[in-house]
T-cell receptor, first 110, second 117 residues
Framework: QKEVEQNSGPLSVPEGAIASLNCTYS??????FFWYRQYSGKSPELIMS????GDKEDGRLTAQLNKASQYVSLLIRDSQPSDSATYLC??????????FGTGTRLTIIP | GAVVSQHPSWVICKSGTSVKIECRSL??????MFWYRQFPKQSLMLMAT?????????EQGVEKDKFLINHASLTLSTLTVTSAHPEDSSFYIC?????????????FGPGTRLTVL
């Protein structure tokens, strides 16, 4: 069974702090990992993709991938109220489609 | 770039009727399109994968005779919910991908909210 697990939250973080979102997956052979942001009532928006072990930075976002431990994380620095959303982790298990986690609801407190 | 549109954005229909939802890739050719369903406070559930010119591949538990998918061109896929019932009320979201590899990015449409009375 191919599974992606996330803590559903809610995760509350003060404005300006670092928000840390975690995701684990079941298949060590997975190659492609994605983070999507979904605002309430809207469809998901891709914010980060990562394929190799290590860190990938894009603006205030950093994705971290550790294939040996089967986890991928997303750090949001200098959190803003506009970052409040549900963050979905998605993994391609080599079957050319994405399996999504249940999402973590993040609230940034002004 | 990479814009995907859906139409309609919301629809209300009576039980027993059929509803068609369109998904279009506006600025790229989508070799593969996906249809998802999302119930409130739940994650996305993949319903089916469609490749242009071929039959859709449905996920386990999704009735292919109820959810008809047509991917007639590289920019258009349609989902028809036949004989809709209240339990079919959900947020239906399509996504489109230019390539066939899992490393290729999926771009999501804005979604269609279906309410069946």
């Amino acid at each position: 069974q191919k599974e992606v697990e996330q803590n559903s939250g809610p995760l509350s973080v003060p404005e300006g702090a670092i928000a840390s979102l975690n995701c684990t997956y079941s298949d060590r052979g997975s190659q492609s990992f994605f983070w999507y942001r979904q605002y309430s009532g809207k469809s998901p928006e891709l914010i980060m993709s990562i394929y190799s072990n290590g860190d990938k930075e894009d603006g205030r976002l950093t994705a971290q991938l550790n294939k040996a431990s089967q986890y991928v994380s997303l750090l949001i620095r200098d959190s803003q109220p506009s970052d409040s959303a549900t963050y979905l982790c998605a993994v391609d298990f080599g079957n050319e489609k994405l399996t999504f986690g249940t999402g973590t609801r993040l609230t940034i407190i002004p | 770039g990479a814009v995907v549109s859906q139409h309609p954005s919301w629809v209300i229909c009576k039980s027993g009727t059929s509803v068609k939802i369109e998904c279009r890739s506006l600025d790229f050719q989508a070799t593969t399109m996906f249809w998802y369903r999302q119930f409130p406070k739940q994650s996305l559930m993949l319903m089916a994968t469609s490749n242009e010119g071929s039959k859709a591949t449905y996920e386990q538990g999704v009735e292919k005779d109820k959810f008809l998918i047509n991917h007639a061109s590289l920019t258009l896929s349609t989902l028809t919910v036949t004989s809709a019932h209240p339990e079919d009320s959900s947020f239906y979201i399509c996504s489109a991908r230019a390539g066939t590899s899992g490393t290729d990015t999926q771009y999501f449409g804005p979604g269609t909210r279906l309410t069946v009375l």
